[in-house]
């Protein structure tokens, strides 16, 4: 699956849309401004299964239920812990996405690269 639902705070009427193509999130709101996207096509379970468990994906968060790692979203990828997503989704401009309030994240953990695999 490409992009699930996740809410990053089990007590707050806030939900993500993630797409792991794009490693970030491209949607976000209350459950009912996002049940208004018509593009995002979101099914009741969906939501049901991220208010159980805090995500519509069958395997969880890359980084546990602390931190997402979000990539291809700016010059550098960086880490985000789940109290602050809705703070940073807010921050972000909707003319150019690349603009967000960075103290909000913090450095991703040094990532291996295929010339270090093939090793």
Request: glycine content about 4%.
């Amino acid at each position: 699956m490409s992009r699930y639902i996740d809410k990053p705070v089990a007590t707050e009427d806030f939900y993500i849309e993630w797409s792991s193509i794009v490693d970030c999130p491209t949607a976000w709101g209350t459950r009912a401004q996002m049940e208004s996207i018509e593009w995002l096509d979101i099914t009741p379970e969906r939501f049901d299964r991220a208010d159980e468990s805090g995500s519509s994906s069958h395997f969880g968060h890359q980084f546990g239920d602390d931190d997402y790692l979000v990539r291809n979203h700016g010059p550098v990828d960086f880490l985000i812990e789940a109290r602050n997503m809705r703070a940073f989704c807010l921050s972000m401009d909707p003319q150019n996405p690349d603009l967000f309030n960075a103290a909000l994240t913090k450095p991703a953990p040094e990532t291996i690269t295929d010339e270090e695999t093939t090793q």
